[in-house]
């Protein structure tokens, strides 16, 4: 069994949902409680800390999924600095106009990402691209 004790909403954009497992979903015959991080549509973020870092100190926002078929969310907008951001637990980076739309064969291991590729970032969907292709790559 999986029900849900509490929910707490964070004005950066998230909420933190207290689960408690039994049954079937637990460990053995133990129960256990489980807090994880969800966007305010209900897609899985990680853990709270996790969705903190994304949101107060990466100043993300519009934290999504990079397909419709994820079930973890890896790409998240940063409307100051106006760059898509793409991440995994390895690594996370950001794409604006003007970096390069990222290419994981491109380029050397000194290469810095937001160059690896052919083609130069000129809208913001460009960047999306980048932030999905990069997340994609470190996952």
């Known amino acids: 069994m999986k029900k849900i004790l509490k929910v707490l909403n964070y004005k950066l954009g998230y909420k933190v949902k207290t689960i408690l497992y039994s049954g079937e979903h637990a460990l053995g015959d133990d129960s256990f409680e489980m807090r994880t991080a969800y ?36 790409i998240g907008f940063n409307e100051e600095e106006q760059k ?5 637990h390895r690594a996370i980076c950001g794409f604006g106009i003007g970096n390069r739309i990222f290419e994981a064969h491109y380029g050397k291991d000194d290469t810095p990402f937001i160059e690896h590729g052919h083609e130069t970032i000129e809208t913001m969907q460009h960047a999306k691209t980048a932030a999905i292709n990069f997340g994609r790559y470190v996952s």
């Open 39 to 74: 966007t305010p549509d209900d897609r899985y973020i990680g853990d709270p800390k996790f969705a903190r870092f994304l949101t107060k100190k990466m100043g993300l926002s519009q934290i999504q999924y990079a397909q419709a078929d994820h079930t973890v969310c890896s």
């Open 84 to 88: 898509w951001y793409g991440w995994s």
